[in-house]
């Protein structure tokens, strides 16, 4: 049995660890593994998709003499047993836009945050959020507990699309935007 010594031992060592960081390189195209890719790992997104320019958006006050606005995708409510799910976006007074997926138990009441929208709008994030009870922490925010007021009749939602969108419309300050 013949041993390497010397330079040939390095030269041994070097191609080993070439082998070795070849086969990592080239495993980076394989099929994403859920354990160490977290997109792959991520559920399908909610629909509907993320509201886009034109779209039907009713606004609504939060806050008198806020310059930050409020709306509602009007085509994105929906209900589901107890649950009203809806697409929110707040548009700060720089103009910086915030979109996202909200559902809310009528009979909790509590809020869920489902899905946030990328930056450009184009897809969405799934978030698993726990539901939170409205009306119990110092930073609970005003624009859910009135979609809550507007959405829900009792402990559950309204029961038609149009009943929801007509309760959002009659709130003041609320109209809708195109």
């Known amino acids: 049995m013949t041993t390497c010594t010397g330079p040939r031992r390095w030269l041994a060592t070097l191609a080993l660890l070439t082998l070795v960081f070849a086969a990592g390189c080239a495993s980076r195209g394989a099929a994403p593994n859920a354990r160490t890719d977290p997109e792959a790992a991520t559920p399908a997104a909610p629909e509907p998709a ?7 958006l009713i606004e609504f006050e939060v806050r ?4 930050v606005r409020y709306l509602v995708e009007r085509d994105s409510l929906r209900t589901h047993d107890v649950e009203l799910r809806f697409t929110l976006v707040v548009i700060g ?10 559902a809310i138990d009528c009979a909790k009441p509590a809020q869920r945050l489902l899905a946030v929208a990328s930056a450009d709008g184009a897809r969405w994030r799934a978030v698993n959020q726990d539901w939170q009870v409205l009306g119990t922490t110092r930073r609970d925010r005003r624009e859910l507990q009135i979609v809550h007021d507007a959405g829900c009749i009792g402990r559950a939602p309204a029961r038609t699309h149009d009943e929801i969108v007509e309760r959002l419309q009659q709130l003041e300050g609320a109209g809708l935007v195109y």
């Open 64 to 67: 008198p003499g806020s310059r």
């Open 50 to 56: 993320p509201p886009q320019v034109g779209s039907a």
């Open 93 to 102: 007074s720089g103009g910086a836009r915030n979109v996202t997926r909200q």
